[in-house]
Nanobody, 125 residues
Framework: VQLQASGGGVVQAGGSLKLSCEAS??????????VAWFRQAPGKERDFVAR????????SYADSVKGRFTISRDKAKRTVYLQMNSLKPEDTAVYYC?????????????????WGQGTQVTVSS
């Protein structure tokens, strides 16, 4: 499975961005797959942001983004999106998408098998 993340950029605080994660190859037509977004700021660990189940579209979020970010997926396009609204300077990071199987600790980066290359999001104050 190859994941291609895109959509990052520079935005002012309070603004919005929409990230995309397109999957190719692999078995995304099968059940029990989840796709997540993580982010990593300089000098910090890679933190969970949100995840969605491929089959049912069930979503969950980190407390820090709940109510501001929305994760969704388009099965036909094999793409997962992260709509980010009301952005804050502390949202600045490289954002990564990742995929893995259900039944693991979904907020932990080691639970995911495949990773995209990351896309930079910078929020200016």
């Amino acid at each position: 499975v190859q994941l291609q993340a895109s959509g990052g950029g520079v935005v002012q605080a309070g603004g919005s961005l929409k990230l995309s994660c397109e999957a190719s190859g692999g078995t995304f037509t099968f059940s029990n797959i989840i796709v997540a977004w993580f982010r990593q700021a300089p000098g910090k660990e890679r933190d969970f942001v949100a995840r969605i189940t491929w089959d049912w579209g069930s979503a969950s979020y980190a407390d820090s983004v709940k109510g501001r970010f929305t994760i969704s997926r388009d099965k036909a396009k094999r793409t997962v999106y992260l709509q980010m609204n009301s952005l804050k300077p502390e949202d600045t990071a490289v954002y990564y998408c990742a995929s893995g199987g259900l039944g693991r600790m979904e907020t932990a980066a080691p639970s995911y098998d495949y990773w995209g290359q990351g896309t930079q999001v910078t929020v200016s104050s």
